[in-house]
C-alpha cells in the first residue's frame, strides 16, 4: 500500500474512532487525548488530518451528510420510500441525529476558520435536495396539496429533529412506549401532512 492509501485509511480509521468516542461520551467529553489513546497514535499525527477538534468535528458532519447522500443516490425510489428512509436515518440514531445537529449550531454561530469545510457540507446537502425537491413535487401533486415544497420538507425536518430528541430524552422515553410506534406515527404523520 502506497503512502497516500495509508494516509487515507489511518484518516478513516481516525474518522470511524472519533465517531464512536463522540457518541459514547458526547461533545465535551470526547478529547483529542483520548481519541489518540484509543488509536494509538501520537497527538501530533491526529494533527496531520485536521487542524483543530471543531475541523474534526465538522468532518464528521461531511462524512455523514455524504453517506445519506450516497444512499439516497443508491436508493432511487419513490417519494414515500426516500421519506421513510430519511426519517428512519435519523430516527435510528437519534443520539447521532441530535449530537450533531447541536454541534453544527455550535460550529456555525463561533467556528472560524471553517468556511471551506461548511461550504462542503451546505454543497452535499444542495445535492440532496436536488434529488428530493422534484419527488416532492410529485408527491405533493399527486396528493393535491396546496403546502409549497420548502414548507413540506422544512416540516418533515421539524419532525425528524424532534422526533430523535424525543427518542433520545431519557424522561421522555420511561412514557414512550414502544419506540417504533413513535417513528412509525411520525412518519404516517408527514404521509398524511
Known amino acids: 500500500m502506497d503512502r497516500q492509501a495509508q494516509f487515507k485509511a489511518r484518516e478513516t480509521l481516525i474518522f470511524d474512532v472519533a465517531e464512536r468516542l463522540l457518541l459514547e461520551s458526547g461533545d465535551i467529553g470526547m478529547t483529542l487525548d483520548a481519541l489518540a489513546l484509543e488509536l494509538d497514535l501520537a497527538k501530533g499525527t491526529l494533527y496531520k488530518h485536521f487542524q483543530s477538534k471543531d475541523e474534526l468535528y465538522l468532518h464528521l458532519l461531511i462524512r455523514n451528510e455524504q453517506s445519506l447522500l450516497d444512499m439516497f443516490t443508491e436508493n432511487q425510489g419513490d417519494f414515500s420510500s426516500q421519506l421513510v428512509f430519511y426519517m428512519l436515518h435519523h430516527l435510528h440514531n437519534p443520539e447521532r441525529t441530535v449530537l450533531f445537529h447541536q454541534i453544527e449550531e455550535r460550529l456555525s454561530a463561533a467556528g472560524q476558520g471553517l468556511g471551506a469545510l461548511f461550504s462542503q ?13 422534484p419527488l416532492s413535487e410529485n408527491y405533493l401533486t399527486s396528493q393535491q396539496s396546496a403546502m409549497s415544497v420548502r414548507d413540506y420538507l422544512a416540516a418533515i425536518w421539524s419532525m425528524t429533529q424532534g422526533g430523535a430528541a424525543i427518542l433520545n430524552s431519557t424522561f421522555y422515553q420511561r412514557y414512550l412506549g414502544s ?12 404521509l398524511a401532512l
Open 121 to 133: 457540507l451546505y454543497r452535499i446537502r444542495k445535492q440532496r435536495l436536488r434529488l428530493v425537491v
Open 179 to 190: 419506540r417504533d410506534t413513535l417513528r412509525v406515527t411520525l412518519i404516517d404523520q408527514m
